[in-house]
C-alpha cells in the first residue's frame, strides 16, 4: 500500500498529480470529484461527530488544493513557494518600464471606454496578453526551471488579473 | 465502493431503524414536503380528501383568537378579509429589517421595526417572520408524521441559493422551532437538479432559472455520475411573482383612477392582480375585477398589456443571467440545457425570454412547483442513511462574498463568492496602534467595496492581546463555512496564543434558549412525550452506530492492531448494555465514546479511500 497521505501534503500529491505547471483540467476535475466523494461530510452523517470533524477538515483541505491548483496563476505563486521563490507582492513592486507603461495605457483605454461593447474589446485584449504571460510562466516554470525569474512573471499577472478585475466590475455596473 | 455499509449479510438493520427524512420546500407563496417512499421520491398530500389530497400548502398563516391559528388554504381564503392578521410572503421578511422592504408601506401589515429583524403586530401579539416561518413547517411536519405513522429523523430544507447568511440562520431557526432535526439546508436549484438529473440521467453543464414568488435565482450546475456541482449562483432575493402582481395592480389602479389605501384594499387589488396573471397564462385577455371600498373596479387587460408592464422585471431576471455567465467565465453556448423551476415561470413571457437568451427551448417536463421539494427528499434520505452509498454528492458554493471591514470602512475580502463549500480560509491582520490590547472584528457578506454597501453579520472582538508596537501583532482571523453554507468566524494573535470566536448568529438571529423557551410553549410535544422521543431516538442512533462500525470492522479491521480492535469492541459491548437500559443521556454519552473510540480507525479508513480515489481503484482491490 502506498504511505498514507496527510492533511500537511503538497496540493499536488494530494491530488496525485506531478508537480509542474502544465495540467489537464479535465484530470483535475475528475480528480476533485473523486476525492470529495471519499471525504465530503455528507458520505459520513452515519457515522458520529468524530468522523464528521475528520471528514470536514479532509473536504476543507481538498477545496482548498483545488482552488489553488484549477488557478493558473494561483498555481504558478504556489509552485514558486514551493521552489524557494517567495512571490512577496507586497514588497516587491518594481516593474520593467515597459510593462508599467503598458498597464497606464489599458487603464486610460477603460476610463474611455463608451460602452458595454468597447469595454469587451478591452477585455479581449487584456485577455489575450494574460494568456501570452501564462505561457511564458509555464515554460519558465516547466522547461527552464528558473523560479525566480517565474515569480517576477507572476507578479506582472498579478497586475493584470486585477485589472481585469476592474474591468468585470466596469462591466457589471453597465449590464445591471 | 462502500466506505460505509449499514448491513453486512445476514444482519439486516430492524426496518424500525429506517430513518424517515423529508425534504421541505418552504416557499414564499406555497410550501410542499417530500419524501422517498418505496423508492420513489412524491410530494405529500395533506389529508384533504380520499386518496388524493393536495400536496400544495400556500404559505399563509392567519393569527386567530386564543391562540389559535388557520394555516395554509383557510388562511389564504381569508386574506382579503382579515389582511393585517394574515401574513402572506413571509419568506421576504426572513432576516431582514424594515429598512430592507423595498415597498413595504404598500403591504397591509403593522410592521414594527426591531433591531435586526422586522416584526408584524398581529391580534396574537407581535411575530417575528421566524416564528410565521415555524407555523408553516410545523403544519408540514405534522402532515409527514401523519403518512408515516412515527416521528421524523430529520428534514432537509431548500432556501434560494441567493440567501445570504442572516437568512439562512432565520430558516434554520424556524425549521428547530418547528421541532425539525435540520440535515441540511440546500439550495433551491441545486434541489431542483437533483430532481431533475436523477429523472433524465443528464450530464453536462445546466442553468436552473428558478423564478418563485419572492426570489429568483439562476444557478449553473455541472451533472456527472451522480455529483452535482455548482459551478456559480446568483440572482435577486428580492424579485419574484409578486412584484408581478404589484406591478399589474400598480398599473389597474392607475387605470382606473383608484387608490388602494387600507389594508383590505391594498390585498383585495393584489389578489385580482394574481388572478388575472394567472388567466394569462392561458388566455390573450382577462379582466381584473375586485372590490375596493366597496366600490366594484373592472380593468379590461391583454396579454401584450401585461408583458409591457413586467417587462422590466424580466430584464432584471436576465441581466442577473448575463452577470453568472460572466462570472463562470463560460459562453451561453455551452449550457445543455435550461431548466425552469417556480411557478412564476409558467408566464409565457418569461419563457420565451429565457428561451432566447440561451438560444434552446427551455426544459419544462417536471412540475415546476414540486421539483424542489422532491430534489430535497432525495438528498434527505441520501443523509439520513437510507440511500445507497455513492449515490449523490452535491457539492454547492457561497453565493455572496464574506469578508472583514478593514480601515477607512473599506472590505477585505476573505472568501470569493462561487467559492465550493465546506471552505475554511484564513487572513493575517495587525494592529496599527501602539499598545493596542483588543482588535474589533467585523464580518460582512456583499461585493461591494464599501463596508457600508454590504450585509453586516457580526462584530466580535479580539481581547487580551499583549501591547506591543503598531504593526507587531499577528492576529490570524479564520472563515470556515460548513456544508449549509453557515460561517463561523475565529480570531487568534499567534504570538500570545488570545482568541476569540463567534457561530455567526446575527444579533436578531434567535438564541437557544431563546429557542428552547418557544418549543416548550406550543409547537413540541408535552415533557413526557419527549422524554420518551429522546430515548427512542438515542436508541436508533445506538444501533446506527453500532452497525456502522461492525460493518466498517468487517471491511477494514486489517488496518487495526489487535489491541486496537478490542478496544473497540469493549466499546461495542458497553454501548449495547447501556442501550438495554432508560438512560437517554447515558446512551448518548456511550455513543459519543465509541465516537471518539473509533476517530483514528476513521481516519484510516478515509486515506485509504483518498487512496482509491487517486489510484481510480475499488476499495477492495486495495
Redesign the interface.
Known amino acids: 500500500?502506498?504511505p498514507?497521505?496527510k492533511l500537511s501534503d503538497d496540493d499536488f500529491t494530494l491530488?496525485?498529480l506531478p508537480q509542474r505547471h502544465a495540467l489537464d483540467r479535465s484530470e483535475l476535475d475528475e480528480?476533485w470529484?473523486?476525492?470529495?466523494?471519499?471525504?465530503?461530510?455528507?458520505?459520513?452523517?452515519?457515522?458520529?461527530?468524530?468522523?464528521q470533524r475528520?471528514?470536514?477538515q479532509?473536504?476543507?483541505r481538498v477545496?482548498?488544493a483545488?482552488?489553488r491548483l484549477k488557478d493558473p496563476l494561483k498555481r504558478g505563486a504556489y509552485l514558486c513557494e514551493l521552489r524557494g521563490a517567495a512571490i512577496d507582492a507586497d514588497n516587491n513592486t518594481a516593474m520593467p518600464s515597459a510593462f508599467l507603461m503598458q498597464q497606464m495605457a489599458w487603464r486610460e483605454a477603460l476610463d474611455d471606454a463608451a460602452d458595454a461593447d468597447a469595454v469587451r474589446q478591452l477585455d479581449d485584449t487584456v485577455a489575450a496578453d494574460e494568456h501570452a504571460l501564462l505561457a511564458t510562466l509555464e515554460r519558465t516554470l516547466d522547461q527552464q526551471g528558473e523560479p525566480r525569474a517565474a515569480a517576477q512573471q507572476v507578479r506582472a499577472l498579478m497586475f493584470v488579473a486585477r485589472f481585469r478585475d476592474d474591468i468585470?466590475r466596469r462591466?457589471?455596473a453597465l449590464?445591471? | 465502493m462502500a466506505l460505509l455499509q449499514l448491513s453486512e449479510p445476514g444482519q439486516t438493520p430492524d426496518p424500525h431503524a429506517r430513518r424517515i427524512a423529508v425534504g421541505i420546500d418552504l416557499g414564499t407563496t406555497h410550501s410542499l414536503v417530500a419524501a422517498v417512499r418505496h423508492g420513489v421520491a412524491e410530494c405529500l398530500p395533506d389529508g384533504q380528501g380520499e386518496g388524493q389530497g393536495r400536496v400544495i400548502l400556500p404559505s399563509v398563516v392567519r393569527y386567530l383568537d386564543h391562540n389559535r391559528r388557520q394555516i395554509g388554504f383557510d388562511a389564504r381564503d381569508a386574506q382579503a378579509e382579515d389582511p393585517e392578521n394574515t401574513i402572506a410572503s413571509v419568506k421576504r421578511f426572513m432576516g431582514r429589517r424594515l429598512a430592507d422592504l423595498v415597498g413595504h408601506e404598500r403591504l397591509p401589515y403593522r410592521f414594527v421595526d426591531q433591531p435586526g429583524m422586522v416584526a408584524i403586530a398581529t391580534r396574537a401579539g407581535v411575530k417575528t417572520p421566524v416564528e410565521v416561518s415555524a407555523e408553516i413547517l410545523a403544519t408540514l411536519r405534522h402532515r409527514a408524521e401523519d403518512t408515516f405513522n412515527d416521528d421524523l429523523f430529520g428534514a432537509v430544507i431548500t432556501v434560494p441559493a441567493y440567501f445570504d447568511d442572516a437568512q439562512r440562520q432565520a430558516t434554520k431557526d424556524a425549521a428547530q422551532l418547528a421541532g425539525l432535526n435540520v440535515l441540511r439546508l440546500i439550495n433551491e436549484p441545486t434541489a431542483a437538479a437533483v430532481a431533475y438529473g436523477l429523472d433524465n440521467a443528464s450530464e453536462g453543464l445546466y442553468a436552473v432559472y428558478d423564478l418563485g414568488g419572492g426570489t429568483f435565482d439562476i444557478s449553473l450546475l455541472r451533472l456527472q455520475r451522480g455529483v452535482f456541482e455548482v459551478v456559480a449562483t446568483g440572482g435577486d432575493a428580492a424579485l419574484g411573482g409578486d412584484d408581478f402582481d404589484q406591478a399589474l395592480a400598480d398599473w389597474a389602479l392607475a387605470q382606473a383612477h383608484r387608490g388602494a389605501d387600507t389594508a383590505h384594499d391594498k390585498r383585495a387589488v393584489l389578489v385580482a392582480a394574481r388572478a388575472a396573471k394567472e388567466a394569462l397564462t392561458e388566455a390573450a385577455d382577462t379582466l381584473l375585477t375586485c372590490n375596493l371600498s366597496g366600490q366594484p373596479v373592472s380593468v379590461p387587460v391583454s396579454r401584450a398589456q401585461f408583458d409591457a408592464i413586467t417587462r422590466p422585471l424580466i430584464d432584471r431576471t436576465l441581466a442577473a443571467v448575463r452577470k453568472v455567465l460572466r462570472d463562470a467565465r463560460l459562453k451561453r453556448d455551452e449550457v445543455a440545457g435550461v431548466v425552469m423551476v417556480g411557478g412564476s415561470t409558467r408566464m409565457p413571457a418569461v419563457q420565451a425570454a429565457v428561451g432566447e437568451l440561451f438560444g434552446r427551448v427551455p426544459l419544462t417536463n417536471l412540475n415546476p412547483d414540486e421539483v424542489v421539494a422532491v430534489g430535497a427528499a432525495i438528498q434527505a434520505n441520501a443523509l439520513a442513511g437510507n440511500g445507497r452509498d455513492g449515490e449523490l454528492l452535491l457539492l454547492d458554493v457561497i453565493p455572496l462574498s464574506l469578508g472583514l471591514e478593514t480601515m477607512g470602512g473599506l472590505v477585505e475580502r476573505v472568501i470569493e463568492r462561487n467559492t465550493t463549500i465546506p471552505v475554511a480560509k484564513a487572513q493575517d491582520f495587525t494592529t496599527f496602534k501602539d499598545g493596542q490590547t483588543a482588535m474589533a472584528i467585523h464580518v460582512v457578506q456583499g461585493e461591494r467595496e464599501l463596508v457600508a454597501d454590504n450585509r453586516s453579520l457580526a462584530r466580535f472582538e479580539l481581547r487580551g492581546i499583549p501591547p506591543m508596537v503598531a504593526g507587531a501583532a499577528r492576529i490570524r482571523v479564520t472563515f470556515q463555512v460548513d456544508a449549509d453554507g453557515l460561517l463561523s468566524v475565529a480570531a487568534r494573535e499567534l504570538g500570545s496564543g488570545v482568541e476569540a470566536s463567534v457561530v455567526v448568529k446575527p444579533s436578531y438571529g434567535l438564541a437557544d434558549d431563546q429557542i428552547a423557551g418557544m418549543l416548550k410553549d406550543g409547537f413540541a410535544s408535552a415533557e413526557a412525550d419527549m422524554v420518551a422521543r429522546s430515548l427512542r431516538e438515542s436508541r436508533v442512533e445506538a444501533e446506527r452506530m453500532t452497525l456502522a462500525t461492525r460493518a466498517a470492522l468487517a471491511a477494514d479491521g486489517e488496518l487495526l492492531t489487535e489491541a486496537e480492535r478490542q478496544a473497540i469492541e469493549a466499546l461495542l459491548v458497553d454501548l449495547a448494555r447501556i442501550a438495554a437500559g432508560e438512560d437517554h443521556a447515558a446512551i448518548d454519552s456511550a455513543v459519543e465514546r465509541l465516537a471518539e473510540g473509533t476517530e483514528s480507525f476513521a481516519a484510516a479508513r478515509m486515506n485509504r479511500g483518498i487512496q482509491a480515489a487517486l489510484t481510480g481503484r475499488k476499495l477492495n482491490d486495495l
Do not use: I, K
Open positions: 500500500m502506498t498514507a497521505m491530488f496525485g480528480r470529484r473523486a476525492l470529495q466523494s471519499q471525504v465530503h461530510p455528507d458520505r459520513f452523517t452515519s457515522e458520529g461527530a468524530a468522523s475528520l471528514a470536514m479532509w473536504a476543507v477545496n482548498e483545488y482552488q468585470h462591466l457589471d449590464d445591471p
